[in-house]
């Protein structure tokens, strides 16, 4: 058998980089972003939520953060992963 079983975020080496932005399935951002905040490397997440407005008026995709609830679709969608209280879904 070839390849790699387990993990996608078990490949990568964080201390590689100087910066990792991410996108996929929750799950994994939170993995690596809690592996770069570990590693003391910057990190930024795209979170993805219903938009119902789109210009932050309906608040239906606010999140809060280290500097307090910001609306996904106005303030985001990439926001850094060391200023977010919890993850996506509080995965």
Do not use: W
């Not at 399935?25 to 997440?45: D, H, N, S």
Request: proline share 3%; aromatic share 6%; charged share 25%.
């Amino acid at each position: 058998n070839e390849g790699h079983k387990g993990f996608v975020t078990d490949l990568l080496d964080v201390t590689e980089f100087d910066c990792v932005v991410t996108c996929g399935p929750e799950v994994m951002m939170e993995k690596l972003a809690k592996t770069c905040i570990a590693k003391g490397v910057k990190c930024y997440v795209s979170m993805e939520r219903h938009m119902a407005c789109g210009v932050g008026a309906c608040l239906g995709c606010t999140h809060e953060t280290a500097h307090g609830a910001k609306c996904i679709c106005k303030d985001g969608p990439v926001f850094r992963c060391d200023q977010l209280d919890e993850l996506p879904n509080e995965y």
